[in-house]
């Protein structure tokens, strides 16, 4: 009887575009709001399957549709931010997110034809699981960065979340790559590939639950949610509005809050003419109350600042330092500039704040701060932690619309906390306002689309994890060594 023909290979290569596609839609399936964070290995697994059966352009190929079927259902919100706030017609914002998610499928291809140039099929199950981390890794610094669904954030809820404290993100998105390699090798009837995939989900059951411990009484926090429409935020009347809303919410509040939290750009307007309204309010609270907003700055050379600065018991300020490209600023700004409203939107204008920068002091507590899309960093948002005792963040994921992407941006930000045994406090223009404990877990959330309060009590917490102390790179090192004996050196033939 002759044997049986490879499912994938290079003459039948279309099962692998096929299965290509679904790992990517299985992938955004393992995360907010679905949950289904057992998709992840499997998803591995079936890029895994018949590799190195394919030659090198198949491979970036297969790379490159994992990652439209990942971005383009996973990070599709970014049509809403195009259309219905870019002013761009829907034929126009069609093709800027097909573009956009085309653009970052590129970083799979190109990682997936490099591994299969390069590697052999030895030890494959660790190669293919260390090229993966490295993909992601470098993913998230390229261009500024993309750490959007990286695997391991799919797994705030997992068996596996105890190991994010010691590795972060990208350790738990290398577990989740090996689990996936050596589910193939044990479907190939390989059975001791049960042993190293048991250790993996086993021992988190033996790890630390706390590495952090609580430094002071907690604190009680009240974050604002003003759920204020975007389109008209900028105008008088907008201006007007916000202040009234954020006003009068702030005053509703019980005399028993120590802090209250406005969301980014609160008040849209500029420091200088926020500051007499921010003032007059704190008169009227609790003689002990401290209030912190999200604003926009203006120095004397004419620069804008996101920023957080604060009225009442508190010290410092914070200036954003990785800003969002077309959102925050334009790269190739005299080319692009003026092309098209989307690239023309309110502050799109703004300069990075100092990348080190002290935490934010009130009631004795230090605060380390992120504004919107640098929680999605984990290194970063770590860097913050080391001096802090809470994580700040506060965003406008009103650009999100009603899509995923909020729910998302919430997840990464649980993560946060874990990874760094501090309490984050999040809040948000129309949700999801969150307070969330060191363990990464929901204390208390507002629900979307409402203006609403959230208030509760958050613990200053003192320690450092070891991701706290060290960050990705011991990740990214291991990632690199198990790469190592796959990697395929041609000698030179001689002539």
């Given at each position: 009887m002759p044997?049986?023909?490879?499912l994938i290979?290079?003459?039948r290569?279309w099962p692998?575009?096929?299965?290509?596609?679904?790992?990517?839609?299985?992938?955004?399936?393992?995360?907010?709001p679905?949950?289904?964070?057992?998709?992840?290995?499997?998803a591995?697994?079936?890029?895994?399957l018949?590799r190195?059966?394919?030659?090198?352009?198949?491979?970036?190929?297969h790379?490159?549709?994992?990652?439209?079927?990942l971005?383009?259902t996973?990070?599709s919100w970014?049509?809403v931010?195009?259309?219905d706030y870019?002013?761009?017609g829907a034929?126009?914002?069609l093709?800027?997110?097909?573009?956009?998610?085309g653009?970052?499928a590129?970083?799979?291809?190109?990682i997936?034809?490099?591994y299969r140039r390069?590697?052999s099929p030895?030890?494959?199950f660790?190669?293919?699981?260390?090229?993966?981390?490295?993909?992601e890794?470098?993913?998230?610094?390229?261009?500024?960065?993309?750490?959007?669904?990286?695997?391991?954030s799919a797994?705030?809820d997992?068996?596996l979340?105890?190991?994010?404290?010691?590795?972060?993100?990208?350790?738990?998105?290398?577990?989740?790559?090996?689990?996936?390699?050596?589910?193939?090798?044990f479907c190939?009837?390989?059975?001791?590939?049960?042993m190293?995939?048991?250790a993996?989900?086993?021992?988190?059951?033996a790890?630390?639950t706390?590495?952090?411990?609580q430094?002071?009484?907690?604190?009680?926090?009240a974050?604002?949610q003003?759920?204020?429409?975007?389109?008209?935020?900028?105008s008088?009347?907008?201006?007007?509005?916000?202040?009234?809303?954020?006003t009068?919410?702030?005053?509703?509040?019980?005399d028993?809050v120590?802090?209250i939290?406005?969301?980014e750009?609160a008040l849209?307007?500029?420091e200088?003419?926020?500051?007499?309204?921010?003032?007059r309010?704190?008169?009227?609270?609790?003689?002990?109350?401290?209030?912190?907003?999200?604003i926009?700055q203006?120095?004397?050379?004419?620069?804008?600042?996101?920023a957080?600065?604060?009225v009442?018991?508190?010290?410092?300020e914070?200036?954003?330092a990785?800003?969002?490209?077309f959102?925050?600023?334009?790269?190739?700004?005299?080319?692009?500039?003026g092309?098209?409203d989307f690239f023309?939107l309110?502050?799109s204008?703004?300069a990075?704040g100092?990348?080190?920068?002290?935490?934010?002091?009130?009631?004795g507590i230090?605060?380390?701060?992120?504004?919107?899309?640098e929680?999605i960093?984990?290194?970063?948002?770590?860097?913050?932690?080391r001096?802090?005792?809470?994580?700040?963040?506060?965003?406008?994921?009103?650009?999100?619309g009603?899509?995923i992407?909020?729910?998302?941006h919430?997840?990464?930000a649980?993560l946060?906390?874990?990874?760094n045994?501090?309490?984050?406090?999040?809040?948000?223009?129309?949700?999801v306002?969150?307070?969330?404990?060191?363990?990464?877990r929901?204390?208390?959330?507002?629900?979307?689309?409402?203006?609403?309060?959230v208030?509760?009590?958050v613990a200053?917490?003192?320690?450092?994890?070891?991701?706290t102390?060290?960050g990705?790179?011991?990740t990214?090192l291991?990632?690199l060594?198990?790469?190592?004996p796959g990697?395929?050196?041609?000698?030179?033939?001689?002539?």
């Open positions: 044997p049986a023909k490879p290979s290079a003459r290569p692998g575009y096929l299965a290509a596609l679904i790992a990517g839609g299985f992938s955004t399936l393992s995360f907010a679905f949950h289904l964070w057992w998709l992840g290995p499997i591995v697994a079936l890029m895994y018949g190195h059966r394919l030659t090198v352009g198949q491979a970036a190929l790379g490159w549709l994992f990652g439209v079927g971005f383009g996973g990070a970014v049509y931010s195009i259309h870019g002013y761009t034929p126009l914002a093709f800027l997110t097909a573009l956009f998610v653009t970052l590129l970083f799979h291809a190109f997936f034809g490099l390069f590697t030895r030890l494959a660790l190669s293919f699981a260390g090229v993966w981390v490295l993909g890794a470098f993913r998230s610094w390229a261009f500024t960065g993309f750490p959007w669904l990286l695997l391991g797994q705030v997992s068996p979340a105890p190991w994010a404290p010691i590795g972060g993100v990208y350790l738990l998105s290398l577990i989740v790559a090996l689990s996936g390699t050596l589910l193939v090798e190939r009837r390989r059975w001791w590939a049960a190293p995939v048991a993996l989900w086993l021992v988190p059951l790890l630390p706390h590495w952090t411990q430094a002071a009484d907690p604190l009680r926090v974050l604002l003003g759920n204020l429409p975007q389109l008209a935020k900028w008088a009347d907008g201006q007007r509005n916000a202040v009234n809303t954020y009068r919410m702030s005053r509703e509040l019980p028993d120590d802090l939290v406005w969301p750009t849209p307007m500029f200088e003419q926020a500051r007499p309204f921010l003032e309010l704190q008169t009227t609270l609790a003689p002990e109350t401290a209030l912190l907003t999200g926009v203006r120095d004397a050379s004419g620069h804008y600042y996101n957080i600065v604060g009442g018991e508190t010290r410092g914070y200036r954003k990785h800003l969002v490209p959102g925050e600023f334009l790269p190739l700004d005299f080319l692009l500039r092309i098209i023309d309110p502050m204008d703004f990075a100092a990348d080190s920068q002290p935490p934010i002091l009130t009631h230090a605060i380390g701060s992120a504004i919107c899309y929680i960093y984990p290194d970063l948002v770590a860097g913050r932690a001096d802090a005792n809470v994580i700040l963040t506060v965003s406008n994921d009103t650009w999100f009603r899509s992407g909020p729910l998302q919430l997840q990464m649980r946060r906390a874990l990874e045994g501090r309490y984050v406090i999040r809040a948000t223009s129309n949700g306002t969150a307070i969330i404990d060191d363990q990464g929901l204390q208390e959330r507002a629900p979307q689309f409402e203006a609403t309060s208030v509760g009590n200053p917490m003192t320690g450092l994890t070891p991701f102390r060290t990705s790179w011991p990214w291991l990632a060594l198990m790469l190592m990697l395929a050196w041609k000698r030179r033939q001689p002539r």
